[in-house]
């Protein structure tokens, strides 16, 4: 492929090849890694993410300091900065700090991976990150359809197949839609076309196997940018080979489609139709699952009404939703009374809203519409060129900003539904193609900008280092809680990660003595006080030492 958009850029030092190489690992590595620690269903696959995630962002962050420094500052990374400063502050006013912390790590590693993939892109770097990005989307739908298809093996969930590494067949169906976009993107610039239809044949398989609702709108907002991107770019719309290979792509992903909704499998369903069953139901919120979510939802927003400023605190929505819900809600556990079935809303929206503040919600919606709408802007006033061929770089621009569109919006719309950004995988693909996509149009902010712009990447640095240790003690205490039962070795394991509630329960109900059982007692009940276990144990404990 001839030198075009993505290849053009200051000339890439060694450290800033470090750091693509260190993204280009983690992307696969936080797909592929997963605890066989069973008694753990939910954090054994995301606890080794969140390390992954973390590490992967301290490392690219650190070798693209350079690059990060020459990459202008805008009124979009002003407000990334302020979302991030209130989520700080509701941190640590949160309930459960520990919940707490976590939730800002995550989003703090996202943003230095947002930072460091501009700084790659304009370094020349954005080509090999891009593909990498592509590539894991495709290890994500591979792994589905793999358990799809019959493979059983310790690193899959057999509850909410087909989850592959994932663990949860949605959390696979928001990642095929808002990778679809980087999938389609790398086969319209590919050269070798068979490995790109593969690849987008792939993750339309997985995504119509894993029957997710939410995934399924999200990919047709994917579609429907990148038609009306094709129509309204000058660019796209005079571009012959373009047109080709969509219509090509759109072709296989079709047969793929109806392969995966008809070829036998592995999966077992109760409905006789279950494909049809989920496309009929895909906008239904009369009734059900799609009742229960607007319930949630207003309920959640009843609850942020008594913390208008700050919000619960990140990750906090499992720990105060129960006070403002009846027991009755369909988000309670029965089986763990005063606890709730997820330890996150059906919606990133509504968990940025309840737990960082109405405030905070806002600035980050105005910076995901910042780049959109830069993105918009680029793609439609493009100057047409007057020669009968366009220039391959100005189809390479127009379908970057289209691809930055169309993940966004994937992004967006799947966080609607269900929980995206609040996860690392999400996190590390979506803040990354961001930064890599993206190209600002605006006049970069002043010298004071750029200085709270310094500040914040060394502040996210510090905290995506906090997130790799916290998550680190995390494994080590779930290791320990999995394979031993003993007090002594239990006691460590508490020490390591004071903040596992399951490690202080299990721990206040096998202490003999009184002053180290209500110590756990009460450590358990600080962490999630509305659980009645917690409660329970901690009763009769006011006057213990």
Known sequence: MSSTALDAGTAPGFPERLALRALEIGAIVVVLVVSTLNVFDLDRFFVPKDVALHVTALVVGLFSLRAIRRTATTRPDLYLIGWLV????????????????RGLAISASGA??????????????????????AFAITAVAITALLQAYGLETRFFSLNRAPGGTLGNRNFVGHAAAFGLPL???AALRARRLFFACAAAAAVTAALVLTRSRAAWIACAAVGIVFIVALVASSSLRRDGRTWRRFALLVVVAGLAAVAAAFLPNAL?????????????????YGEGSGRARLVQYERSLRMTASHPLFGVGPG??????????????????????????????SSDWIAFISERGPIAAVLLALFFFGIASSAFRQLVRRPRRPEPLVHDGDVENALLETTLLATIAAAVLAGLFDAVLLLPLPTLLVWTALGALWTPDEEPAGARGRLLHGSAVIAVLAVAAFGAFRSGSQLLAMETY??????????RAAQIDPGNYRLQLRLARIERGRQRRCDHARAAHELFPNADAARALARGCEDAP
Do not use: C
Not at 86 to 101: C, P
Not at 268 to 284: A, F, G, I, Q, T
Not at 482 to 491: G, K, V
């Open 183 to 185: 999938v389609l993107f």
């Open 482 to 491: 999995a394979t031993h039962s003993d007090r002594a070795s239990l006691e």
């Open 268 to 284: 077992h369903w109760r409905s006789e139709n279950p494909y049809l069953e989920s496309m009929k139901d895909v906008v239904s």
């Open 316 to 345: 906090n929505w499992a720990v105060v939703y129960p006070k403002f819900v009846p027991r009755s809600d369909r988000s309670m556990n029965p089986s763990e009374p005063g606890m709730t079935f997820n330890p996150w809303p």
């Open 86 to 101: 209130l989520g700080a502050i509701s941190a640590a006013t949160a309930t459960n700090r520990w919940l707490g912390m």
């Open 112 to 133: 230095a991976l947002f930072w460091a993939a501009r700084g790659l892109r304009q370094s020349g770097l954005a080509r090999p990150l891009l593909n990498a990005l």
